[in-house]
């Protein structure tokens, strides 16, 4: 009596494709994961080459950071390299040092993007409302309406971002000393409470100014502590996908892959931890498993080698 | 070669698995291991079957009540109004379709037909069942994934499903969810739409990958690529095309789902303002980014729903012509320059959104030159029967509806290709007409005659053949007489997508508006409805017949009942698990019927040169 037939070419290569069928799965695989990331790398293409001019941010990204994080994948390539020749070679050892290694920075890696999203998250661009200041040294914020023969209409912030009185006040000239329009202050968080929150940053008249960060008057701009009510914020809003297509296209391509790093990385501590029982009863097979996991990992690692300069450079 | 002429089907009407072989490894499980969480390939091709089936039934089921409304606009449906009211509440108020509740059925109709009902059948369920066999493996290469392939499916139709019920109801933005509609509709449908189609792709894609890899890998020894049954390079080809054209789109869902939830504004421009501006909106977007990460996809994904059924259809044509297909290699090679050129045409669906004059020439041009190949395709399919003596079963039947119904979509098809007559005819029920004679009589019909035609391996029982015959005929003339009058519906001007059928443009609502709806169009509304239904009663001599033989049609006369030459029917029937008794070695190629000298009129794939002397 015999077993029904077994699938062939599981581990040792069928003669004429010179592949076991897990090497065609992982290419395949990553022939699609190709076209997943050129989908959206050449959404990146369509919308800046569409983005009206000064619309695209410049130098928002922290560029040593980045090339930190860089180096980090590129090493953490090597080491996965070497664990499998640390396997073809037959050095259990060295395998466990090396992936243990690839798990390390991949975690690293991981990390400094966790640091990174967090600056952004708590990266505010908060829009003020006009201002205006009373003959009587009151101070009344809202929005402009209309100044004009002698009367100036003001709708007034009711104390919370962007809500005002349903009917605009009306002000006689004389009574008002000052206006002043509402400006944009751009910084990091430092506190925030209900009835306030403290920004370290620095202020703009205009959206535009903030777009590039690579002008020498940026690099120059002076930080200081700014302190903000409520009733003076016409907007408030983190540096999170929501705040423009840069950071929308951002996040996604950098979310999509710390996603697909993560995925690795489970893999890589699978073959790292439990999975590397396998060694004792088949290595050939888990040594295919090591350089399937690898040729994974070296793919993500090339998919960083673009969104780098992409994002960071260009 | 001893082995082989044990296998011979002459020798042994029906091969035996030895005892206990066909019980190894889970098939000894239990219930859950054995038709649950199954990695047998056939197994895994059978619940795709029933539950893409089970979708197809759906589909159309939704399409009955949709065409209620149009044939009666503002009357409440019989039977389902009800039922509808109750489940779905107050869009379905009186038992009368909202015209919320007709996008959603549309749109759901669309996305199950293609995603849930046509390529898991096609490709899921035909590729599974077929391919290892055909290609003398024991399995598909990974079977593991091969099960997580069809679990990923079967989690998305739960998905797709589910949103039926949730407030709001399903998705409203049509199958092909154009942004800004898909977007600023304010209720979950289309979010649940857009996870749904993840799990679905991921589902395409693994199953792509197996098929491939299994193609490449577990070809028996002496299978070179040209001696392939033309139907495996279909789902060779098919695969290809699932695995590079959806992950585009997979990124356009990705998008559009942090346009939903994180208020990104990928497809959403500058100053845009529904009903009031939307303060979450950062704009910048560009709608026509989804068009075309949703057409990358969605063309390649039309020949998706088309070349398995040319696949199924050669087969069945090279069987009952008893002689060999004309013109194999042309068949592989248009095959695979249609595979190719399929990614590079997808803008055709584009030439009305002002894209400009040069990408629509290239387009056309592109798209003219892809019809050669179809061309090519069903030419050779008819020269097959020149001078056949063809054998008309059931399933050839239904294989000889399929060509002239391609062939009527596929030529209704050119004046789309061309920007100008497109102006026209863009969005009108032409369009639907045109598409629905591809996939309906078309793909439908191929998918019936595989269902046919290869039950007695999976069953080793036949099904009836009068009632099959009754199936296809009243099949035939109801599909003619739904799709036919769209032509003509839609050359007239009548726009697709219209929860009254056209009426509020119609020429008795507004007499003398230019180009109104004649009566005579409108009237077709109601004839088309009739036809729908007539044509779901079509469908139970079809089941009657299916669950009949299943379990009491006449036994198959041997392992290959139909005498054909390819590998599945030199195994046992049904399959056991890891379907051959001993590996199988090809000699020949796929189609040698009637060949001059030998003594019966088909030579399987799997017979030696010289006959093993026994
Ligand atoms: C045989 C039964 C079928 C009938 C009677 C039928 C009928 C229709 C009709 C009348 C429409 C137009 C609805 C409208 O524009 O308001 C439609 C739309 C559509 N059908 Fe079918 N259909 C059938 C089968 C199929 C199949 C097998 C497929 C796919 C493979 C399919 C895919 C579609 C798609 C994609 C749309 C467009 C949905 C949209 O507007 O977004 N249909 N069908
Ligand atoms: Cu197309």
Redesign the interface.
Known sequence: MHAAMEIPYVSTPRPDTGLYNAKIGIWLFLASEVMLFGGLFSAYILLRVGAPDGTWPEGWLNIPVGTTNTVVLITSSITTVMAWASCKMKQFGRFKLFHGLTLLLAMTFVGIKSYEYHDKFTHYEAKLNDQLVLADGKTVFGNLVANTNGVVLFSVSTGQPGEYEATPAKYAQAQVAKIVPGQIVDGHLVERAADHITLSGHTVAEHAELMNMRSAAARHIQHSEITLVPAQLRSIETYGPWHNTYLAIYFTLTGLHALHVLGGALVIGYLWGPGSKLWQTDPERFTNRVEISGLFWHFVDLVWIFLFPVLYLL | MQAIAEIDPLAAPHAR??????E??DGAGTFWRKYVFSTDHKVIGIQYAITGLCFLFFGFLLMTMMRWQIAKPGEPIPIFGPLLQAVLGDTAAKGIMSPDLYNSFGAMHGTIMVFLAIVPLAFGAFANLIVPLQIG???M???R?NMASYQAYFVGGVIMLASFIIPGGAAQAGWTSYPPLATVVATDGQTYWIIGMVFLITSS?LG???V??TV???RAPGLHWFRLPFFVWAQFVTAFLL??????????A??QL?DKV?????FLP?GLAVAGPD??V?????PL?WQ??FW?LAHPEVYVLILPAMGIVCEIVANNTRKPVWGYKSLVYALLILGFLSFIVWAHHMYLTGMGTKISTFFQTTTIIISIPSVIILTCLFLSLWGGSIRFNTPMLFALGFLPMFGIGGLTGLPLGFATSDIHLHDTYYVIGHFHYVVAPGTIFALFAGIYYWFPKFTGRMMNEFWGKVHFWLSLIFMNLIFQPMLFQGMAGMLRRMADGGANYSAARVPDAVGGLSNYIMQMNTMISYAVWMLGLAQVPFILNFFYSMWKGPKAPSDNPWQATTLEWQTPTPP????????PAVFRGPYEYSVPGHAQDFTPQNQPDRPATT
Do not use: K, W, Y
């Open positions: 698995p030895h005892g206990a072989a066909r190894t490894h493996a024991p399995d290469a990974f079977p994934v894609l792509a990958v197996n491939i890899a490449i890998q577990l695995l590079l054209a959806f992950p585009p789109l997979e990124s356009a990705v998008m942090m994180a208020h990104t504004s990928f500058a303060g979450h950062s704009g910048g977007g560009n980014l075309h990460l990358f056991p698990h890891g379907n051959f008794l001993t590996a």
